[in-house]
């Protein structure tokens, strides 16, 4: 299958490179064609060779050919990261950017996405019975990116040494929380939206 660029929509080709997006905490990855990376201005970019866990971190991806020179997802895997920047940096400058932020949400903006299920949790808490489930279920789902975001030391991993030694964000598991460690992301949550 032919890689499709997340941001303009267009079959990445060869002899311009493909990329990837993604952030230490995304479980997918998301593909670029070189045009629309090069639309990131160079004062905009952090350069690094390592995920980072909140912005997006871009590099290259190796890739097979298949007919007319379009590169394959099978087969494909990550170079190292080469640099990384912000989502607003991204709205602005990259084509369609919304594909390429919905393929990553949250992980690039987990406190706007905790201020706003903390607001929707508040709001609903006594006129809806399943708000509290509701909210669980999203800790849960980003148990790992939300305990980091918060402090809250944890031992589920997503092997981030080997993704730095390797830029294979494959690697990135959902590992989730235990109850102990749960119970510690609840408390600061409590501590820091008085829930």
């Not at 990553?104 to 706003?116: A, K, N, S, T, W």
Request: charged fraction near 20%; charge should be negative.
């Amino acid at each position: 299958m032919s890689m499709v660029c997340e941001g303009c929509g267009d079959t990445i080709t060869a002899p311009e490179p493909a990329w990837y997006a993604g952030t230490g905490h995304s479980y997918t990855v998301s593909f670029l064609c070189h045009t629309c990376v090069s639309l990131i201005p160079y004062i905009n970019r952090t350069m690094t060779a390592a995920l980072q866990p909140f912005d997006l971190s871009f590099g290259h991806l190796i890739a097979p050919l298949g007919s007319y020179n379009r590169y394959q997802c099978v087969g494909s895997h990550q170079d190292r990261v080469v640099f990384s920047t912000d989502a607003d940096t991204i709205r602005k400058t990259i084509p369609f950017s919304d594909r390429l932020l919905d393929a990553l949400f949250p992980f690039y903006c987990i406190q706007e996405y905790l201020d706003e299920i903390m607001t929707e949790y508040k709001a609903a808490k006594h006129t809806e019975p399943g708000a509290w489930h509701r909210l669980m279920q999203d800790i849960q789902k980003y148990g790992i990116a939300i305990a980091d975001w918060l402090h809250v030391p944890h031992a589920a991993t997503i092997d981030r040494i080997e993704i730095e030694k390797t830029g294979n964000l494959s690697l990135v598991t959902q590992n989730k929380l235990s109850a102990a460690e749960m119970k510690a992301v609840l408390k600061a949550l409590i501590k820091k939206y008085g829930i």
